[in-house]
């Protein structure tokens, strides 16, 4: 929860909002439940080439194995979005900078990194497996878990070793 009671509103961004992101969302929501925090997760697109679509087949693919379900349909980054969340977490510094060019002078959100969040690569990009094999898609799924769970801990302010 957020300091004024509220839940915390997290956006997970990516260049569709279908394969990064949409993973990232389905991340973000279980590992912010494990750690007892109330959240609303979204997800969302700098591009609008995917709007209305499911996630990328391989996305649900490596969710599936892993338990999860993405069920949502890709969207844009609204201005609205800047107002609405708390967070903004890019998938990559091309996400970032995007975001940071479409913030409204007066926006509410912090916008940054997912992996701000890894302990292992602090402020990197999770690659983008579009163009690539199954292989990519695993290891997204990796960096992507790896980033949530450190993101929900740091939201509780409690420690956790490096996974």
């Not at 925090?37 to 649900?60: C, K, N, Q």
């Not at 969340?85 to 091309?94: C, G, P, R």
Request: net charge negative; glycine share 8%.
């Amino acid at each position: 929860m957020t300091d004024t009671g509220k839940p915390l509103r997290v956006l997970a961004l990516c260049l569709g909002n279908i394969c990064r992101s949409p993973v990232a969302e389905a991340l973000l929501r279980r590992e912010l439940e494990a750690a007892g925090v109330a959240a609303v997760v979204s997800s969302a697109g700098t591009g609008d080439w995917h709007v209305g679509r499911p996630a990328d087949p391989r996305s649900r693919e490596v969710a599936a194995r892993h338990g999860l379900s993405l069920d949502g349909r890709a969207r844009q980054l609204s201005a609205a979005d800047f107002y609405e969340q708390d967070v903004i977490l890019a998938m990559d510094t091309s996400n970032l900078a995007d975001a940071r060019r479409l913030s409204p002078p007066n926006a509410e959100a912090r916008v940054q990194l997912m992996r701000d969040f890894d302990p292992l690569a602090p402020g990197a990009d999770v690659p983008d497996p579009y163009y690539g094999g199954q292989d990519g898609f695993e290891e997204m799924y990796r960096l992507l878990e790896r980033s949530a769970r450190h993101f929900a801990v740091s939201v509780t302010g409690q420690s956790v070793g490096n996974s």
